[in-house]
T-cell receptor, first 115, second 114 residues
Framework: AQSVTQLGSHVSVSEGALVLLRCNYSSSVPPYLFWYVQYPNQGLQLLLKYTSAATLVKGINGFEAEFKKSETSFHLTKPSAHMSDAAEYFCAVSRLSGGYQKVTFGTGTKLQVIP | DAEITQSPRHKITETGRQVTLACHQTWNHNNMFWYRQDLGHGLRLIHYSYGVQDTNKGEVSDGYSVSRSNTEDLPLTLESAASSQTSVYFC?????????????FGPGTRLTVT
């Protein structure tokens, strides 16, 4: 079984401030982890993914995430928030089950950037 | 450029009617998925397919069906629309069965059942 927990359905930061979006996962096997972003009235698009090559993963738009096995976490960060970062962010975990890919999404965190 | 499209983008229908939402991808991906997105629930998997003629139920499949007659298309049918099926529906695809593959999402269909 696998699951994803995103702490905080809404996060507000000031423009220029650090962005930290939290994601904890549960998986019985080593997971592959993803962060997706959804802008208003659009589908999800990939921000970054962890595939065990490196624990610190850099993505698009200045975002990065660090895989911490001991904490079962994959938090998303960005040093300085921009107004264009306002969106909803989803963490997801993927593993093989019966030879097929199974993906579980978190419930999402809506990021508000205050000017 | 390869893409994944959904139609219609917006649909209003009445309770009890049959509705079909289209999903078409030109990535030539084997895997295709249908999700619904509701406030407080994130994305929930309705049905998925790992290839032509293959379909599987997800966690919220009651009242929905899919068919996969070719690689490109996975239409989602609501047999008898209910107000509880008012939601935003997303189609997605991925290349294959490895866990490291990300999913590629369509723009979504907003369905309202009155």
């Amino acid at each position: 079984a696998q699951s994803v927990t995103q702490l905080g359905s809404h996060v507000s930061v000031s423009e220029g401030a650090l962005v930290l979006l939290r994601c904890n996962y549960s998986s019985s096997v080593p997971p592959y982890l993803f962060w997706y972003v959804q802008y208003p009235n659009q589908g999800l698009q990939l921000l970054l993914k962890y595939t065990s090559a490196a624990t610190l993963v850099k993505g698009i738009n200045g975002f990065e995430a660090e895989f911490k096995k001991s904490e079962t976490s994959f938090h998303l960060t960005k040093p300085s928030a921009h107004m264009s970062d306002a969106a909803e962010y989803f963490c997801a975990v993927s593993r093989l089950s019966g030879g097929y890919q199974k993906v579980t999404f978190g419930t999402g965190t809506k990021l508000q950037v205050i000017p | 450029d390869a893409e994944i499209t959904q139609s219609p983008r917006h649909k209003i229908t009445e309770t009890g009617r049959q509705v079909t939402l289209a999903c078409h991808q030109t990535w030539n991906h084997n895997n295709m998925f249908w999700y619904r997105q509701d406030l407080g629930h994130g994305l929930r998997l309705i049905h998925y397919s790992y290839g032509v003629q293959d379909t599987n139920k997800g966690e919220v499949s009651d009242g929905y069906s899919v068919s996969r007659s070719n690689t490109e298309d996975l239409p989602l049918t609501l047999e008898s629309a209910a107000s509880s099926q008012t939601s935003v529906y997303f189609c997605a695809s991925s290349p294959g069965h490895q866990s490291f593959y990300e999913q590629y999402f369509g723009p979504g269909t907003r369905l309202t059942v009155t």
